[in-house]
Each structure stands twice: as C-alpha cells, then as structure tokens.
C-alpha cells in the first residue's frame, strides 16, 4: 500500500516565486515524517524533519494530522534550490526504516 | 572522508551471474540500512541490521537475494542469479540511536 504519496513528478518555478511540495501520507499510527533532498551527483540527504520544527536552508515543514500532510515550503526559492525532493517517513521507531514517497524534481529557472 | 561509502560504484553483469556489493557506514552508528531505488522511484527499503543482527527484511528481499553484516561493521549484499529485473540503485545507509539516516552515494547495477 501506497504510505507517502507525492502528486508532482515535476514542479518548476522562476527564481525568487514561492515553492510548495506536496507530501500526504497514509499511516493510522504516530509517523515521523521527513524531507530528504538529492542534489545532482550527490547523495541523498536529510533536509528536514518534523519533530525538529526547525527552518532548514529557508525551507519548512508542518504536519498537518488532520489533513495527513507534510508539506515542503519555500517562500523565495533560488536556483541552488534545484533539486530531487523525497518525502519519507518512519512507522516504527525502533527499527527506523524509511518510507518514500517516488520524489519531486524543482526545477528553478532563473 | 567520513561518511558513508559503498563499493562498487558501478557493476554491470550478465543475467544469471552472482554480484556483491559491499558498503562501510560511519564508524560508529550500530544500524545499517540496505534500500533499492529504480528510475522514477523513491529508494525502498530491503534490510536492516543493528549490530550484526539481521533485524527486519521487506518482501521485497527474495531468497535471491542475502545480506550480512559481519561484526557489526561492514556489510554485504549478495544477488544470485541476477536477473533483468534487479537493475536498480542499491543504497545503503546507516544511523545511531537516532532516526536520522546517512546514505552513501549508491551502487548502479546494470544486468545485461
């Protein structure tokens, strides 16, 4: 079953516009959810985390129970924002394996 | 360099042939991680080991497919008799008490 849905494959912007990536999952439970970020020809990385509540390169995230969503946020985006983004989440925290969801590509045009 | 590493970085073999792919985490993170990632997807998790111990293995591990972790340090995943279907991205990554997970740059496997 499908737990962390991502609706865009691809989502392009101009430079200094406002970004938003959609995140909404599926789990009855408590999740931790999380953003990870890959750069081209880099590793995949963490970028956020919602129990942190933290603002992370000027992104941000709030889970929203109620709606089950876990939105990436961006008010001005740059260029250097470009990037694969991957919404994830943990079900059981004792083991800690990772859910992703099939990630987003930001495309930031100058 | 501190982080993650995996070996190879790229292999390409032939339908039926045995592969093994071997990462090394940070040093002191006791949780490994093995997941796979094929074009248009998000990585999917395969293993997990804490310690040594071999503790979780997702449906998606078939009897193909076998991974250790030794002492507790290094692992290894082992494909027999690869098939078309295995092409992927094999990740690893690892972690301490935390959920925080570092992942190395990735294994391409291309099965020919």
């Known amino acids: 079953a499908q737990r962390v849905t991502q609706p865009e494959k691809l989502l392009s912007v101009f430079k200094g516009a406002p970004v938003e990536l959609k995140c909404n999952y599926s789990?009855?439970?408590?999740?931790?959810l999380f953003w990870y970020v890959q750069y081209s020809r880099q590793r995949l990385q963490l970028l956020l985390r919602?129990?942190s509540r933290e603002s992370i390169k000027g992104f941000t995230a709030d889970l929203n129970k109620g709606e089950t969503s876990f939105h990436l946020k961006k008010p001005f985006a740059q260029e250097e924002d470009s990037a694969m983004y991957y919404c994830a989440l943990i079900m059981n925290r004792s083991q800690g394996n990772l859910i992703f969801g099939k990630g987003t590509k930001l495309s930031v045009k100058p | 360099d501190t982080g993650v590493s995996q070996d190879p970085r790229h292999k390409i073999t032939k339908r039926g042939q045995n592969v093994t792919f071997r990462c090394d985490p940070i040093?002191?993170?006791?949780?490994l991680y093995w997941y796979r990632q094929t074009l248009g997807q998000g990585p999917e998790f395969l293993t997990y080991?804490?310690?040594?111990?071999?503790?979780?293995k997702s449906r998606l591990l078939s009897d193909r497919f076998s991974a250790e972790r030794p002492k507790g340090s290094f692992s290894t995943l082992e494909i027999q008799r690869t098939e078309q279907g295995d092409s992927a991205m094999y990740l690893c990554?690892?972690?301490?008490?935390?959920?925080?997970?570092?992942f190395g740059p990735g294994t391409r496997l291309t099965v020919t």
């Open positions: 040093s002191e993170h006791n949780r």
């Open positions: 919602h129990i």
């Open positions: 789990y009855s439970g408590s999740p931790e």
């Open positions: 080991f804490q310690n040594e111990a071999q503790l979780e």
């Open positions: 990554a690892s972690s301490s008490q935390g959920p925080e997970q570092y």
